[in-house]
């Protein structure tokens, strides 16, 4: 017995400093979210993705989506037509991803026939953290922070220069909306700006609740709330 646990402990490099002990964990990071930590190994192939606004970052990210759960039931069925099925970001959707339910409450059965490894959602799924990180490493992310979910998806790729590269094209095409709005602003400098929730409520949108505020685009600058 005590021969086969000698031999055991050195088969698995039991000293802890070998280069054996350490290449296991050479290939995975630490991601912070919202929900707290997870360690991601390897660059996840089968991402699922638990919203439009993180199915965005994705494809910014040049990563297509294994599965999808959009925010309303736009459609119910299989996205085998994506550019006809997923609202304003379907033309850039090339693969089929599997429906996986809504944003808020996605299918646990959709995703595990996915066989997912990695899964992005907001915030809001806080309550199926442990049920999804079951299945494959899990991150929450606050709906609203572009670039902090963006370094998040990235890191967890195991490529984050793709999220810098990203986000200094979109500080390129920030300045030069900002140059082809001034126009507009200057002849028009105070704009009520309104969104529909669910078609049905309307929100003022403001630095604090839009992708338009969060990025920091002219209208940032010029929204105004009522008096």
């Not at 195991?158 to 200057?186: C, F, N, S, T, W």
């Amino acid at each position: 017995m005590a021969i086969a646990t000698v031999l055991i402990i050195t088969s698995c490099g039991g000293t802890g400093n070998s280069p054996q002990s350490a290449s296991p964990d050479a290939n995975c990071r630490v991601v912070k979210h919202e929900a707290g930590e997870t360690e991601v190994c390897g660059q996840p192939e089968n991402v699922v993705v638990l919203g439009p606004n993180v199915l965005e970052l994705l494809l910014a990210l040049g990563v297509q989506p294994a599965g999808f759960a959009d925010q309303m039931a736009f459609h119910q069925g299989k996205y085998d037509n994506p550019s006809q099925q997923i609202p304003y970001l379907g033309d850039r959707v090339k693969s089929q991803p599997t429906n996986v339910g809504l944003t808020y409450t996605p299918s646990i059965e959709a995703i595990l026939n996915t066989q997912p490894d990695l899964i992005v959602g907001s915030q809001w799924l806080e309550k199926e953290y442990g049920n999804l990180s079951e299945i494959a490493p899990t991150l929450l992310l606050e709906w609203f922070d572009v670039e902090g979910n963006l370094r998040a998806i990235a890191q967890a790729l195991g490529r984050p220069e793709l999220a810098e590269d990203a986000i200094a094209k979109r500080q390129e095409k920030i300045a030069q909306a900002r140059k082809q709005l001034a126009p507009a602003v200057k002849t028009n400098p105070k704009v009520l700006m309104l969104t529909a929730s669910n078609l049905q409520d309307m929100v003022l949108i403001t630095e604090g609740n839009s992708f338009c505020g969060s990025l920091e685009l002219i209208c940032k600058e010029k929204i105004k709330k009522p008096e």
